[in-house]
T-cell receptor, first 111, second 113 residues
Framework: GEDVEQSLFLSVREGDSSVINCTYT??????LYWYKQEPGAGLQLLTY?????DMKQDQRLTVLLNKKDKHLSLRIADTQTGDSAIYFC???????????FGAGTRLAVHP | GAGVSQSPSNKVTEKGKDVELRCDPI?????LYWYRQRLGQGLEFLIY????????KSGLPSDRFSAERTGESVSTLTIQRTQQEDSAVYLC???????????FGEGSWLTVV
């Protein structure tokens, strides 16, 4: 079946690292994505990783993929107040064109 | 255009009325998606268009929902006889046919009163 799960809330102090976790169920998923949604706005694509990779780094963002455990994480280094948003994990099952989204993790950054 | 454009950005309608939501994908993108996001929830897939292929309508919640796409450009999502549970943000996204990057518009906020 298709299901993506995320914890609903994460609070971090400004300057610390944030780690947002996600689990998915479809082992055929070819690509996994992280999107950011700020209040009242659409979804901004942050990064994605192909399923044959286990890590991808892009500036302050690091994506780790454990395909065996179907676990994906997004690490944000030196978290800033501007990083406060909802972060959505999504999988793209093999043979499908649609993305399956998690419910989103609300990241709150405090001084 | 530079990004995915959706209109209207906000719509308030009375229960029972029909509404049309429009999406203009990124120029050259052959794939177009509609998603629904209820308040505080994740995204629900509604429908997918790819070029001239038959659309994937597997996510449409009822026969009150329909969508059309003109060639590889504009798409319209129509909700007939709106109900209060249709209140949500309707998000459109597009990608190139073989692309892995899927870009979203700002959404159309629908409120049914």
């Amino acid at each position: 079946g298709e299901d993506v799960e995320q914890s609903l809330f994460l609070s971090v102090r400004e300057g610390d690292s944030s780690v947002i976790n996600c689990t998915y169920t479809d082992s055929s998923s070819t690509y996994l994505y992280w999107y950011k949604q700020e209040p009242g706005a659409g979804l901004q694509l942050l990064t994605y990783i192909f399923s044959n990779m286990d890590m991808k780094q892009d500036q302050r963002l690091t994506v780790l993929l454990n395909k065996k455990d179907k676990h994906l994480s997004l690490r944000i280094a030196d978290t800033q107040t501007g990083d406060s948003a909802i972060y959505f994990c999504a999988e793209r099952p093999g043979g499908y064109n649609k993305l399956i989204f998690g419910a989103g993790t609300r990241l709150a950054v405090h001084p | 255009g530079a990004g995915v454009s959706q209109s209207p950005s906000n719509k308030v309608t009375e229960k029972g009325k029909d509404v049309e939501l429009r999406c203009d994908p990124i120029s050259g993108h052959t794939a177009l998606y509609w998603y629904r996001q209820r308040l505080g929830q994740g995204l629900e897939f509604l429908i997918y268009f790819q070029g001239n292929s038959a659309p994937d309508k597997s996510g449409l919640p009822s026969d009150r929902f329909s969508a059309e796409r003109t060639g590889e450009s504009v798409s319209t999502l129509t909700i007939q006889r709106t109900q209060q549970e249709d209140s949500a943000v309707y998000l459109c996204a597009s990608s190139s046919g073989t692309g892995n990057t899927i870009y979203f518009g700002e959404g159309s906020w629908l409120t049914v009163v």
